[in-house]
């Protein structure tokens, strides 16, 4: 449940409430006005963007965006050959020219108005509509609410739900689709340490990287193209090499993925016990079947790093989560609050008395739905059947008018389709997909019937005519892919391509999961915005403001620079520095430092990123600021609003923020400002970019 500010930095705000927060961010001493904050038209607000799953923000008037080496990885991969391998060793455009295409997958986000349209979302819902009738009358108005708003094709729309289906707003952000890659430093200083150091304090990671917004001569986004010039950003963050001391406050502005906060007990014991163990041991399993294919082939490891990498990311987080929970009975936590929310709501007058029974049941129906889908997902693991079971949906969805047509198919949704049809140019290689399908199968059938899909089984090949499938299929070839879009059902049907056809075998009782989830989540669209009511009224009741969970849409946080202790008689600093990089190094990865970092480490070439109290450059930093993934790359700002670091992580004890927000122990990893200036000064020589951003230097001590 979410706290009162006053007791702890807990909270990712939704800009208009800031208001009321603005006797919070004064105690801390934030000096910048809260109504500013909550304005998206205004600086520093104004600056900060979405990557689509990642955080980021404007640096100079000319579409400069700093973020995370890792949220660039896709881009820095899709340009990294053998001979050139740029994840290795880092890339510089010197000019404009020499920047590099992001491809189609690397898109910039600038939200420019957010409304509240609930009441036009649920005109015409009925508590009389089955689950199925209700989330498709919602999804209707959603649908035209998003058409209304993207008449205009420099936009792209949402309107996601808030609190659990309480409330929708609608989202509009201008979509810059040519975006190219400026800097990335090495790999060994973007992401030194890699897995091994991923989640954990101290850390040493130089987790930065430039893009660069391009757009059309009249100054609206178009396709990539040599003819278009840098996106002219309205407002854009100084750069502060002042840097903080332990107890200064932060502002951090980004977009946030996922949360479950206001999630039941019985949610909470379903995620420890059963559906997180199956995903860390699912994961790991695929992971292995990668290695193992890609073993001694330089080429097939470069092409499945970024899908590595983001794997290996994914499992970390679920097992500290599993590990979180072994540590602090977050269930029983939630069982106190649970308890005493009821007790509260059976005393209100006039409220139903079904309600928590009605809630209770429609949990356990999306629980057990849940373990189903988990199964289809471990059954359709590999590309070529999930390129094949794209394209035939979309040919089935095509021929219907664009606004019946499934969510994901509509002509809005085709040059995103195409995107990820295209992206497996980059991260498709034959003989690892098919290592991966029939492992992928072999698993599936291991499951426990109740992860198995009504219908399914019966339908899946064989382990052993798998080999065969691949034989018969042309859709590895990106050309012959793509050649596919536009197709009608009939000719898709008719193909004699094996994984088109194995597509087309599944697809009915593909739909038939999928419209099972609809009838389910209409009525968890019906109950939960009641409970969530409900819960927000008793919140009230105590004088505490309430947040809704992060749905990656843009949100403010804030908190200071803190030390913490994961365990009795540990206290782990705020701040790392370059010594520390010296210490860990071992020559081998992922401890392998660039000799020039640690040329410039020995001779001390600290110069003015020299921290006046720690004696050195400082490289990362905690704060106690509430963050989540999708926050990586979001702005970290001082009390004036300058930038002074980027979150990249969180640490290993604080995964379980996701859950229940531990004010003792949660605390977000930053990448220190000075760090990044100073690597790109006395190491990669990064001039062109350093002069181009507005950087506020520290005053010199006389």
């Known amino acids: ?44 607000m ?39 391998n740029y994840i290795v060793d880092g890339y510089l455009a010197k000019t404009r020219a020499e920047e590099l295409p992001g491809g189609p997958n690397t898109l910039v986000y600038v939200t420019d108005k957010v409304e509240n349209v609930t009441e036009r979302v649920l005109k015409g819902v009925s508590d009389t509509m089955s689950g199925k009738q209700r989330h498709d009358a919602v999804e209707k108005s959603i649908k035209a609410l998003i058409a209304e708003c993207e008449s205009d ?296 019937k109740s992860m198995h899909v009504n219908g399914m089984d019966a339908l899946l090949p064989a382990v052993d005519t798998v080999p065969a499938l691949f034989a018969k299929s042309e859709l590895g070839d990106t050309a012959k892919r793509l050649a596919w879009v536009g197709k009608d059902a009939a000719a898709i049907a008719a193909s004699n391509d094996a994984f088109l056809q194995l597509a087309v075998k599944l697809d009915d009782v593909t739909q038939l999961l999928k419209e099972r989830r609809k009838e389910l989540d209409g009525n968890l669209e019906r109950v939960i915005p009641q409970y969530m009511q409900a819960v927000i009224a008793w919140k009230k009741s105590q004088g505490k403001p309430v947040y809704p969970d992060a749905n990656s849409t843009l949100r403010v946080t804030y908190g200071t620079v803190s030390p913490y202790s994961p365990k009795d008689g540990i206290t782990k600093g705020p701040f790392t520095t370059v010594e520390g990089i010296v210490e860990k190094n071992t020559g081998k990865d992922p401890f392998n430092a660039p000799q020039k970092l640690l040329d410039a480490i020995k001779a001390k070439r600290y110069g003015q990123f020299k921290d006046p109290i720690l004696g050195t450059v400082p490289v990362d930093f905690l704060t106690s600021a509430d963050t989540t993934g999708g926050n990586s790359g979001s702005a970290v700002m001082n009390r004036n609003g300058e930038l002074i670091g980027l979150n990249f992580d969180s640490t290993y004890e604080s995964i379980t923020k996701d859950w229940y927000f531990d004010t003792a122990i949660t605390r977000a990893i930053h990448m220190d400002i000075r760090y990044m200036l100073w690597v790109m000064a006395e190491v990669d020589h990064a001039d062109n970019v350093l002069k181009e951003m507005t950087i506020k230097y520290p005053a010199k001590s006389k």
């Open 153 to 448: 094709k420099i936009y792209r729309c949402s309107v996601p739900a808030f609190h659990r289906g309480l409330e929708y707003y609608r989202i509009r952000q201008m979509m810059i689709r040519d975006v190219r890659l400026v800097y990335a430093p090495a790999d060994m200083i973007g992401n030194f340490g890699g897995d091994i150091d991923n989640y954990e304090w101290p850390r040493q990671g130089g987790d930065y990287s430039f893009l660069r917004a391009y757009v059309g001569k009249d100054g609206r986004p178009a396709d990539p193209s040599p003819d278009n010039v840098p996106y002219h950003s309205k407002d854009f963050l100084v750069v502060s090499a002042a840097g903080l001391k332990n107890g200064d406050p932060v502002l951090l502005a980004g977009y946030p993925g996922r949360t479950s906060r206001y999630k039941l007990p019985s949610e909470i014991r379903a995620a420890r016990d059963s559906a997180y163990p199956a995903k860390v041991a699912e994961i790991q399993a695929d992971l292995d079947v990668i290695a193992a294919a890609t073993k001694g082939n330089p080429a097939a490891a470069v092409r499945y790093a970024s899908v590595d990498k983001s794997m290996n990311n994914v499992m970390k987080k679920t097992q500290g989560l599993l590990d979180g929970f072994a540590r602090k009975d977050i269930a029983a936590i939630k069982d106190v609050q649970d308890a005493e929310f009821r007790a509260w709501y059976n005393k209100q007058a006039g409220v139903s008395k079904t309600l928590l029974a009605e809630l209770d049941a429609v949990i356990a129906a999306d629980l057990a739905l849940s373990d189903e889908e988990f199964g289809y997902s471990v059954a359709t693991t590999g590309d070529l059947l999930k390129s094949g079971s794209t394209l035939y949906r979309l040919a089935r969805e095509s021929a219907k008018p664009d606004a019946e047509r499934e969510t994901g198919y509509q002509q809005r949704d085709l040059t995103f389709i195409k995107a990820r049809l295209n992206r497996l140019e980059q991260s498709y290689v034959g003989s690892v997909d098919q290592a991966r399908f029939v492992a992928a199968l072999q698993r599936y059938a291991k499951l426990p």
């Open 1 to 44: 449940m979410a706290a009162t500010a006053a007791q702890a930095d807990e909270g990712q705000w939704q800009p208009y409430q800031l208001p009321q927060l603005k006797s919070e961010l004064k105690r801390i001493g934030i000096t910048i006005p809260a109504e500013k904050l909550a304005d998206l038209s205004k600086h520093p």
């Open 46 to 84: 104004s600056a900060i963007v979405s990557l689509g799953g990642c955080s980021a923000s404007f640096v100079s008037d000319a579409g400069l965006v700093v973020t995370n080496h890792h949220c660039a990885y896709g881009a820095i991969q899709r340009n990294a050959t053998p001979e050139h």
